[in-house]
């Protein structure tokens, strides 16, 4: 599962001092990418999102060339499925 999004949360400690944690949330639209197939942009060529590497990046084998490279998650959420 991926992590996208922050939220903070302010705590009081027993004596008396505010501390402030960071929570991450899963995006679960990335959790199905695993296994798919999309375009860089929308006349870019195909790819094929074959696991998650971090919470931010996925490793990518392109379809033409079989190059891999780790891409942003969010940028292929944005990136149209392939035809």
Known sequence: MSWSSKSKIDTLSERGYYSTMETLTPSPASADLVGSYRSFGEFGPVYQ???RVNGQKVRVVVV???EELD???E???QDP???
Do not use: H, M
């Open 64 to 66: 033409e060339t079989g």
């Open 75 to 77: 940028q292929a959420i």
């Open 49 to 51: 999102i074959t696991n």
């Open 81 to 83: 499925a392939a035809q």
């Open 71 to 73: 891409y942003p998650i």
